[in-house]
């Protein structure tokens, strides 16, 4: 019998190969409708997640993604284009209200609809947050598994430090100590040097308030340090292209990546003798909701689209608060009060000053970007390489402020700031809507006490969601913005800046409390690092909407894996922390299916 096995080998090698996984556009390509994992979501982490789990070849992994490929798309591969991505066609484009304490304004909220997620678009800051992050993570969920010292190999497992695009003496600008350059995700310290960041560097040599920090990635992010981005060679390293790289990963048999296929709803299983409810059905559809089609996830379904996506799934699937699912015509499934509550995102406000500077990315100048992409399609070098900002800082009230009579502490502890400085250079701030002839100071403030929501008005699944963000709705947070302003009041007048003549003085000038307010109110927008609304809790806890494991509260077949499930916002930009939350979710997962 032997010999009959040899023309059946030959043949299924060969089919294998046809089929092996490369990113398809029509579920009729898919060769089946049964996989172990479905990944709704091939974002930030749904990407990690996809990867992670399909690297045992008999594990069948299904990544469903609204939005299309991200190959070779100029905007998401060059670093600097990255404003540009907001408001394109990879955004979905919601509407954030940002509330009653910024006179009711209201701002686009923007999210990546394309293959890597946000990280396809965002600013590619690379930032871990602190060591008491990760500790009140550890605290609030009872799960030591989240603090820092213990995340450290997941840390490792993701970053893969490498040179600068001009590849300049890096001594002295990074602690080597604290990095990895054997993972996965390239990050890399900035390839072109502006006139503001060696004034910041320089001033911070001095500065009492604002002291020089080699590296904010070691656990303490106070001071000001050099930026590290999300970079490779010139070119932006994405949950996409680090995770899912084309010729490796994507040709994994096993791994089936739809793209163009917006999820809906998941479904309950038809099993009538389970104890506890289960999901093991994903409903989408490739035509605005003109057919629905259904895939089966029998181990598990990863819900990963984001802040405000996963949420909506969930609503839509019946799971939530079920008195407000019920007042909008959604059946309730299963009543979870915390779905879409306790949101909670950073306040950045564009901060300008005109400067006196002949370098030409000190101010936004349009006519040399045709000359700067040449270069960089030449070469890959120029003022191109870079994200949004070549330095950073991060500090804190000082103890005796006035605001903690009245208020708690907001911050997870004394080793992150209250807020941020980023530097960033005339092309950003013009990209963010500055006049051409400033450069930008844009301090975030990073540990918010206000919170807000994401709901739902209507029972359409491709309706836009309710967001509410409630920004500075709690006194603290713009007593910390007011208190950042003034900061970098002090900063600029250092002696560096003021010997350079570079900053010839604010584009808007504002003193007192009442001016500072006011341009506050009127100017301050989300930073986009939404989190929270799925957050985790203790095992057993009456709030929260997972476990620290990641599973939904009281049903079995589900995990949410992205930034939704951070109960607090890090004291830094996001994108790191849900790399992290992906890979030991993939760990987790494979643990409980013994792989
Ligand atoms: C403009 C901008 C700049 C930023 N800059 C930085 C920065 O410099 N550094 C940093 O650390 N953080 C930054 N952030 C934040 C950071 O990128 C995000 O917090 C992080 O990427 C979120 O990851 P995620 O996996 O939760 O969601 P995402 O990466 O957004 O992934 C969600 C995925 O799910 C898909 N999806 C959603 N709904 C559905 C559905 N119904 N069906 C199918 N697919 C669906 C989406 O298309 C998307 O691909 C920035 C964010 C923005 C918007
Ligand atoms: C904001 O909206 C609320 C509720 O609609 C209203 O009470 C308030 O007056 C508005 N505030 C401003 C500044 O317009
Ligand atoms: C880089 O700089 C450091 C310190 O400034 C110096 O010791 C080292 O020799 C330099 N390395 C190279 C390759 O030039
Ligand atoms: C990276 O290097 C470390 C230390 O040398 C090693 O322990 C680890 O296994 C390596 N990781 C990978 C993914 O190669
Ligand atoms: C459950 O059963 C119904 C009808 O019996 C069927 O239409 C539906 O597709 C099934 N759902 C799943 C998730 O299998
Ligand atoms: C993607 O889906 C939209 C409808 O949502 C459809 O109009 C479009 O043709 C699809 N694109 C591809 C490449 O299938
Ligand atoms: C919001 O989070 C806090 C913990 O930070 C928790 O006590 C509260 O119950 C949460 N609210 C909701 C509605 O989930
Ligand atoms: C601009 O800078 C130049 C040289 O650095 C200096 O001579 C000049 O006085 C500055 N102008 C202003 C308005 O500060
Ligand atoms: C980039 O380089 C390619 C050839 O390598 C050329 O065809 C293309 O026109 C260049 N684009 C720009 C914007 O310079
Ligand atoms: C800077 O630009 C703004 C908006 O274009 C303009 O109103 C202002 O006069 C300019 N200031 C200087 C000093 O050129
Ligand atoms: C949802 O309803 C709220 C409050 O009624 C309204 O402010 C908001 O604009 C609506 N959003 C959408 C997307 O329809
Ligand atoms: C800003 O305003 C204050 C007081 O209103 C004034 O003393 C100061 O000179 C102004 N600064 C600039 C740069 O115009
Ligand atoms: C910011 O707010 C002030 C009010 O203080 C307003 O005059 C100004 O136009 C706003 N815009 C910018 C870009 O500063």
């Given at each position: 019998m032997r010999p009959s096995y040899l023309p059946f080998i030959f043949l299924s090698v060969y089919l294998s190969a046809l089929c092996a996984a490369k990113i398809v556009e029509r579920a009729e390509e898919l060769p089946t409708q049964d996989f172990d994992f479905i990944v709704i979501g091939g974002g930030t982490a749904g990407s990690v997640v996809a990867s992670r789990l399909s690297e045992d070849p008999s594990v069948s992994v299904l990544v469903l993604e609204a939005g299309p490929s991200n190959e070779g798309i100029q905007d998401s591969i060059v670093p600097a284009f990255f404003p540009l991505l907001s408001g394109s066609e990879y955004d979905w484009k919601y509407t954030a209200h940002l509330g009653a304490a910024v006179n009711n304004r209201s701002v686009s909220l923007v999210g990546g609809?394309?293959?890597?997620?946000t990280s396809s678009i965002n600013g590619m800051a690379y930032t871990r947050g602190s060591s008491d992050d990760w500790n009140r993570y550890a605290s609030v969920t009872g799960d030591p598994g989240w603090s820092w010292d213990n995340v450290q190999p997941y840390f490792r497992k993701n970053e893969h430090f490498t040179q600068p695009a001009d590849k300049h003496n890096i001594t002295g600008q990074f602690d080597p100590t604290v990095h990895s350059f054997n993972g996965t995700m390239s990050v890399t310290l900035s390839g072109f040097l502006h006139q503001m960041d060696a004034l910041a560097i320089e001033s911070s040599m001095t500065s009492e308030e604002w002291p020089f920090n080699l590296?904010?990635?070691?656990?303490n992010t106070l001071g000001i340090s050099w930026m590290q981005s999300t970079i490779l060679n010139g070119e932006r390293s994405s949950a996409a292209t680090a995770y899912l790289a084309p010729n490796t990963v994507q040709q994994r048999p096993n791994l089936h990546i739809l793209v163009n296929a917006t999820v809906t709803r998941i479904l309950p299983t038809n099993a009538s003798n389970e104890e506890q409810l289960a999901f093991d059905g994903v409903e989408f559809t490739q035509d605005d909701g003109e057919t629905l089609q259904t895939v089966k996830g029998n181990k598990e379904i990863v819900l990963s689209a984001g802040t405000v996506g996963s949420v909506k799934v969930l609503l839509h699937s019946g799971v939530g608060p079920s008195d407000s699912l019920t007042n909008i015509g959604i059946t309730p499934l299963h009543n979870l009060p915390s779905v879409g509550r306790n949101l909670s995102e950073q306040a950045l406000l564009p901060y300008g000053f005109l400067v006196n500077s002949t370098d030409p990315t000190a101010t936004a100048n349009p006519t040399p970007i045709p000359e700067m992409l040449a270069e960089w399609n030449n070469s890959r070098s120029g003022p191109l390489v870079d994200g949004a900002l070549n330095s950073i800082g991060f500090g804190r009230l000082p103890?005796?402020?006035?605001?903690y009579q009245r208020f708690e502490d907001t911050s997870a502890g004394p080793n992150g700031g209250h807020f941020q400085i980023s530097f960033t250079n005339g092309m950003t701030a013009a990209l963010f809507g500055q006049p051409a002839n400033v450069t930008g100071f844009i301090p975030l403030?990073?540990?918010?006490?206000s919170r807000g929501f994401v709901g739902l008005n209507s029972s359409n699944p491709l309706d836009s969601p309710n967001v509410q963000v409630n920004l500075l709705s709690n006194e603290f947070d713009l007593f910390t913005l007011r208190y950042a302003i003034r900061s970098i009041q002090r900063f600029i007048a250092s002696q560096p800046f003021q010997d350079a003549k570079f900053i010839v003085g604010p584009l808007v000038n504002v003193t007192t409390d009442e001016e500072i307010d006011e341009f506050i109110r009127e100017n301050v927008s989300g930073a986009l690092h939404v989190v929270g609304t799925n957050s985790m809790s203790p095992?057993?806890?009456?709030?929260?909407?997972?476990d620290p494991d990641l599973r939904?509260?009281?049903?079995?077949g589900v995990r949410v894996v992205d930034a939704s499930v951070l109960p607090y916002v890090p004291s830094a930009s996001p994108q790191v922390p849900v790399y992290i939350v992906a890979e030991r979710a993939s760990d987790l997962i494979k643990a409980s299916w013994n792989y």
């Open positions: 609809r394309i293959l890597g997620g590296d904010f990635n070691g656990g103890e005796d402020s006035e605001i403030m990073v540990a918010p006490a095992k057993g806890a009456d709030w929260g909407v997972v939904l509260k009281g049903a079995k």
